[in-house]
């Protein structure tokens, strides 16, 4: 079964520096990608997604994602991180359902914190 | 505005009570989902629909019920046979038209037993 590791259950960065979250997952053939973030109490936001083609992905609010075959990875970067990207971050990737349809597979997410 | 609307926003139950969350959809999106989501354990996936009067159970579909008669609307019921139904409730939808796998995501509900 497909799964996903987000080693890293809360990261502390400063205000201004850059950020990298980590995401491996396990998967046979090409994985379809996802990275959400989500505010407290809030739902779950796209930040970006990689299904095929260029293996680094622009999404939005300046976050980027790498894929990396070899490494199982798709770790997400910003160079410069601001206050509001202060939340929590989920790796996901889709899973195929035997009764058809999909369903997304998530890691148990990184709490971000962020200093002024 | 499309989007995905949950209500409601907070719910509070006494046990041995069953509970309807609401979600609705104005995307016309074919495909819903209801996951759940409790601290350091990510989502995990409760019942799925791909079309209407079509549900199956997800990973963790024990003490829970929905029902999927209009496309818009997919209800979800925690019974009373839910053991431990307290966390935050998250219901998603996606087009099963093309290639796309992307869901979006309702706003949540928070369900406390008390």
């Known amino acids: 079964a497909q799964s996903v590791t987000q080693p890293d259950i809360h990261i502390t960065v400063s205000e201004g520096a850059s950020l990298e979250l980590r995401c491996n997952y396990s998967?046979?053939?090409?994985?379809?990608l996802f990275w959400y973030v989500q505010s407290p109490g809030q739902g779950l936001q796209l930040l970006l997604k990689?299904?095929?083609?260029?293996?680094l992905v622009q999404g939005i609010k300046g976050f980027e994602a790498e894929f990396k075959r070899s490494q199982s990875s798709f770790n997400l970067r910003k160079p410069s991180v601001h206050w509001s990207d202060a939340a929590e971050y989920f790796c996901?990737?889709?899973?195929?359902?035997?009764?058809?349809?999909?369903?997304?597979?998530f890691g148990t997410g990184t709490q971000l914190k962020v200093e002024l | 505005d499309g989007g995905i609307t949950q209500s409601p926003k907070y719910l509070f139950r006494k046990e041995g009570q069953n509970v309807t969350l609401s979600c609705e959809q104005n995307?016309?999106?074919?495909?819903m989902y209801w996951y759940r989501q409790d601290p350091g354990q990510g989502l995990r996936l409760i019942y799925y629909?791909?079309?209407?009067?079509?549900?199956q159970k997800g990973d963790i579909a024990e003490g829970y019920s929905v029902s999927r008669e209009k496309k818009e609307s997919f209800p979800l019921t925690v019974t009373s046979a839910q053991k431990n139904p307290t966390a935050f409730y998250l219901c998603?939808?996606?087009?099963?038209?093309?290639?796309?796998?992307?869901?979006?995501f309702g706003p949540g509900t928070r369900l406390t037993v008390l």
């Open positions: 998603a939808s996606r087009p099963t038209s093309g290639r796309s796998h992307t869901q979006y």
């Open positions: 998967y046979g053939a090409t994985p379809y």
């Open positions: 990689y299904f095929s083609g260029d293996t």
């Open positions: 996901a990737v889709v899973q195929e359902l035997t009764g058809g349809g999909n369903k997304l597979t």
């Open positions: 995307l016309n999106h074919d495909a």
């Open positions: 629909s791909q079309i209407v009067n079509d549900f």
